[in-house]
């Protein structure tokens, strides 16, 4: 269904809507389409439906004759573990090993040891969570206190590798069983051993320290997005979640500014407002308040990813109402990508939006990529056939900047069909926008391997952005992919974070191998920040897919001088091995270190787990600035716009490059530009050039350490006085309830 034909749906249902509820707002009537959808997802033909199909083959399974059937037990079994009855799974699957007549006996071994290790994990990691549960290398309170699930899986894992040694899929596993169980490596057999997975790497970093669950916000779900940003404007940052299903709802924690968090949701009018694989904070209108941008449908298929996005305006009194009907931005395509820029430079934010279509999609159907201008007065209107932006492909990713300093927002896309897109804003004037396509004299076309993740950002400081996508393709369990990276015997380019350094005159250089970035880290989520406030952009990856053997650990990589990247997962024990999302790096306690918030969790019930708050425990006395941008000719958000920071260090001036925006393609950091200085002990000078207007202020002479609000046209900025907080432990950190029903 093209887009024209499935916007006149969206219209046909919401006209059938409004004469049914005539006196419904905007914002109830969305609520309503989404319980609408949530029903029509509840279906058997849905890939992503487990309970709809453990309902059906419960019925099969109850007609007389076929209580035994092989295959509908093997269905089952494989179910269970996806609506979370780990138990259920067990003992199905152990009724089928006990008949020796059942053929399938070998292939299914590998299905048996992951729900035995899925077990393990719900009554340790979840049921009796504390913040060394799934750290990655696993040790300390990290090892199970109920030794069953990772047991038997020992003795499923040898079973497989007794017969098939080169199966490096249940190396891996195997080896992380016996971590679970404070056996590693000590105890694992020789022949089947992956050396050195407890192994520090060789830049080290003081340990983090998750905290989510004694503040509260360790929210047990699905996989979906974050934002951390200030929603009522009193200076201090607040965090709002999302999870992919339509029928997991939204939270938003208030800051009480005293180090704790309460969850207002229900307060704020976001009950109801259930989905959202990824979210973004903007603001539309310029109204100064963040509004929230609510992405739905991605990785669905058959019809089901035919979901609505919305816009929730944020209506200044700690409330927000959904005006996605009334702003002209209805559409049902799936989506998770999406980026916020000023595309002509009048003032006003816009919005591009890269949909999904499928691997084998017909060349004149599918989802097409949108781009929805600001009308100023709280409406859009779409052009993407017109600015030549009306992309067709398996979108995962897309981000805007200024990459060729020509004063105009332009657009990379990752994609899961392997081709990348640059697309050049050509500065058209009037108002209008217009895109060339510019991948292939970039020099970014080479790599035709699918991606994810994906961002600007100047990682060398040298002035240009630079172009960070993730490599996504694969054919295995991401379990495989580890452990052949483990036994030395790593596949070419899997999982690889690519990164293209710019050249300044309109082409890139892949510089992936001498950064120290082919390494396996399949990313879904990340975001970048700067942990030790050196002045150069670290990165935080959340890695997983839908299947519960791509059981690896999320990745933290810290910037070596803009040189290279080193790897310290290990160290920094921010390496979860639950699947990882929506990423945001944040100065929560106005310390200026800059804390992690991950959303967890996969795509099935079976496979939730809680987000982490990953507390950074100060890794340097190194210096830092804070800057609050505002617009005034340039949008209010100044998004887009660009900061440099000059100063001089131990003797040698140097600069750091920032653009305001919130960061990676999934999971937003704060608009507020957080950004390290070195031993610099005063600020040469703050040159800000403002978006779409492309005038520069200069601050000369500014103190470290601080936090300023800087309003276009003021040579003045303004400091902001903010307490700094402390986060405390508590003994018994309460849980957020599982989503599914706890193990008897």
């Known amino acids: 269904m093209n887009r024209r034909k499935i916007t006149r749906a969206a219209a046909a249902f919401f006209g059938f809507l409004s004469i049914c509820s005539c006196h419904k707002s905007s914002h109830q009537q969305m609520v309503d389409l989404l319980a609408e959808l949530t029903k029509k997802g509840n279906s058997f033909s849905n890939p992503f439906s ?10 099969m399974l109850k007609i007389p004759g076929n209580e035994h059937n092989m295959m509908l037990l093997n269905l089952k079994a494989s179910l269970a573990l996806k609506v979370g009855q780990e138990e259920q799974s067990v003992k199905t699957y152990q009724e089928l090993i006990n008949k020796t007549d059942f053929m399938g006996l070998d292939a299914l071994m590998p299905d048996v040891g992951i729900a035995y290790m899925r077990v393990g994990e719900r009554t340790n990691c979840m049921l009796n969570h504390n913040g060394s549960s799934c750290i990655f290398p696993i040790k300390d309170g990290g090892i199970h206190l109920q030794k069953t699930g990772s047991t038997k899986a020992i003795e499923t894992y040898e079973t497989i590798l007794t017969t098939h040694p080169d199966d490096l899929e249940s190396k891996w596993l195997l080896n992380i069983a016996f971590m679970t169980l404070g056996g590693y490596p000590n105890n694992v057999p020789k022949q089947f051993l992956i050396p050195g997975l407890d192994a520090d790497t060789a830049f080290k970093v003081k340990p983090f320290t998750d905290m989510a669950a004694d503040l509260g916000l360790n929210i047990n779900g699905k996989a979906g997005g974050v934002i951390v940003d200030d929603f009522n404007n009193d200076g201090y940052l607040d965090i709002v979640t999302s999870g992919w299903g339509l ?5 938003y924690f208030q800051n009480n500014k005293d180090g704790t968090f309460s969850d ?4 704020s009018g976001l009950k109801g407002i259930t989905g959202g694989l990824n979210i973004q904070q903007t603001d539309y209108n310029n109204d100064g308040n963040m509004d929230i941008f609510v992405l739905r449908g991605a990785w669905n298929t058959q019809g089901f990813g035919d979901q609505p996005s919305s816009l929730l305006r944020n209506n200044g009194d700690g409330t927000f109402t959904d005006v996605t009907i009334q702003s002209g931005l209805l559409f049902l395509q799936p989506t998770q990508a999406a980026v916020w820029a000023d595309f002509n430079n009048d003032g006003w934010l816009d919005v591009f939006i890269g949909t999904e279509n499928s691997l084998h999609m017909d060349a004149d159907g599918g989802h097409t990529c949108m781009l929805y201008l600001n009308n100023h007065d709280g409406t859009f209107t779409e052009v993407a056939q017109k600015a030549h932006c009306d992309i067709k492909s398996y979108v995962k990713g897309v981000t805007a900047a200024d990459y060729n300093h020509d004063g105009w927002q332009d657009i990379f896309i990752s994609t899961f069909s392997g081709q990348k897109y640059l697309l050049k804003n050509k500065g058209k004037s009037g108002g209008g926008v217009d895109f060339e396509d510019v991948t292939a004299k970039s020099g970014i076309d080479k790599n035709k391997r699918g991606t994810f993740t994906t961002w ?3 990682y060398n400081n040298d002035g240009w952005a630079d172009i960070l996508v993730s490599d996504y393709h694969f054919t295995k369990s991401l379990a495989y992919y580890a452990g052949a990276e483990g036994m030395g015997k790593p596949e070419p380019n899997a999982g690889n974070v690519y990164l293209y350094r710019n050249n300044h005159n309109g082409t890139f250089t892949d510089v992936t191998k001498e950064t120290g970035l082919n390494k396996v880290v399949y990313s879904m989520g990340g975001n970048f920040g700067d942990i030790d406030n050196d002045g150069y952009p670290d990165m935080y990856f959340g890695t997983g897919n839908p299947d519960f053997k791509s059981l690896v650990p999320n990745k933290l990589f810290k910037n070596i001088d803009g ?5 310290v997962t290990t160290s920094s024990r921010t390496g979860n091995l639950q699947k990882g999302h929506g ?7 106005n310390t200026g270190n800059q804390d992690i918030f991950i959303e967890m969790g996969g795509a099935y019930v079976g496979d939730s787990y809680t987000s982490s708050l990953y507390v950074n425990p100060g890794l340097s006395n190194n210096n830092f600035i804070s800057l609050k941008l505002e617009g005034v000719k340039a949008n209010k958000a100044a998004i887009g716009s660009n900061i440099k920071v000059t100063f001089t260090e131990n003797g040698v001036k140097r600069s750091v490059y920032k653009d305001v925006n919130s960061g990676g393609s999934f999971g937003s950091n704060p608009l507020r530009q957080e950004l390290g200085i070195g031993q610099a002990k005063i600020i040469d000078d703050i040159e800000i050039r403002w978006a779409g207007s492309n005038t520069i202020q200069h601050f000369k002479n500014v103190a470290p350490n601080q936090f300023l609000h800087i309003t276009e046209g003021n040579n003045i900025a303004e400091v902001i006085h903010l307490k700094k907080l402390t986060f405390k432990h508590k ?3 309460p849980m957020c309830m599982p989503m599914v029903t706890a193990l008897k």
Do not use: I, W, Y
Not at 50 to 59: L, Q, V, Y
Not at 583 to 589: E, G, H
């Open 50 to 59: 487990p309970e709809s199909k453990m309902a059906r083959c419960d019925s």
């Open 247 to 251: 029928g997991d709802p939204m939270h």
């Open 264 to 267: 207002l949701t229900e307060q």
């Open 456 to 458: 600007f950002f100047d």
């Open 563 to 567: 040189k290279r990247f080193a790897d």
């Open 583 to 589: 990423v945001a790096l944040a100065d929560l306690r």
């Open 731 to 733: 003994a018994n950190a």
